[in-house]
């Protein structure tokens, strides 16, 4: 039995493996993808970990891996598709049949993307409309792109875009986008950069592919002609393992505190998943370290 499982691999699952590991209690990371480090790897640039300026997303996930690796920290590849509660321990289930118990559990499952349910999408999936602009960004150049969103994420993949396709056309459906003020100054800067405000897209169109994003616009309907459509509006919590045992708030974010506590004994939770105000790396980072807090705790409490 470990004393402590951790559920995810991203940088709020990397960090808990760390101190898990300094912390001397029986660990392992259980990762659904082999050698991943989450979301982070899908960033061009992260400007705010602090001592790291500048680093791609994905150098600095590997960086975090090594990390967890060098101290020690074990990792299984494993994908849980039920967690089972058990006196003082948790029986968990992998998609292949297997059974691994804990006393207590970190769950840094992060997050999946947000899509908008509207006609047009499901069948364009991968023939033009991607959620990762440095993945697929590669595939538009000197074209017509549309990035819709209005947060940090959108406007940072539409200057990724910026260097790569002929336009790009930033559709928000407010009149003001939310993401910091250095990104909207830097958007306003950005000749080949066209927002378009008060834009609620309702229609992809094409044949084989996508040809172009139907919107409504102060209640008339317009379309733009674009060769690809990057998504960035938002996220959705990976959260589905816990309903029932441990309390999640409207949105499906697990309710917990900075220690990561939770209402079910023994799950703690990590980074993207939990109720926040900051989703962000280092939130993340801490919440890992947090968490391995509390798990010790809790277990040196039942074992006095």
Do not use: W
């Not at 792109?145 to 209005?150: E, F």
């Not at 209640?219 to 996220?235: C, H, N, P, Q």
């Amino acid at each position: 039995m470990y004393d402590v499982v951790i559920i995810g691999s991203g940088p709020a699952g990397l960090s808990a493996a760390v101190y898990a590991k300094r912390a001397d209690l029986n660990a392992v990371v259980l990762e659904k993808e082999y050698l991943g480090t989450g979301q982070i790897a899908e960033s061009s640039r992260v400007d705010n970990y602090l001592g790291l300026y500048g680093e791609s997303g994905y150098d600095l996930g590997e960086k975090f891996r090594r990390h967890a690796e060098a101290v020690g920290a074990a990792f299984r590849e494993a994908e849980i598709v039920k967690i089972i509660p058990r006196k003082e321990s948790y029986l968990l289930k992998t998609a292949d049949g297997q059974d691994i118990l804990t006393r207590t559990v970190i769950y840094a499952a992060g997050t999946k993307r947000r899509q908008l349910g509207i006609k047009g999408e499901s069948e364009f999936l991968s023939k033009g409309i991607s959620f990762c602009a440095v993945c697929d960004g590669a595939f538009y150049a000197g074209k017509k792109v549309a990035v819709i969103g209005g947060g940090d994420t959108a406007l940072s993949d539409a200057l990724y875009l910026s260097g790569i396709a002929k336009k790009v056309y930033l559709l928000h459906r407010r009149e003001q986008f939310r993401a910091n003020a250095a990104l909207q100054n830097a958007i306003k800067r950005t000749a080949n950069v066209e927002c378009v405000f008060n834009a609620v897209p309702n229609a992809f169109l094409g044949a084989e592919k996508l040809s172009a994003v139907n919107f409504l616009r102060n209640g008339a309907e317009e379309s733009l002609t674009v060769d690809g459509v990057f998504l960035a509006i938002g996220s959705v919590p990976n959260s589905g393992l816990l309903a029932g045992i441990a309390d999640r708030d409207e949105d499906g974010y697990v309710i917990a505190d900075e220690n990561g506590i939770t209402s079910a004994a023994g799950i703690f939770a990590a980074g993207d998943v939990r109720t926040k105000r900051l989703r962000q790396v280092i939130t993340a980072a801490a919440d890992g370290a947090n968490c391995v807090g509390s798990a010790r705790a809790y277990l040196s409490q039942k074992r006095s």
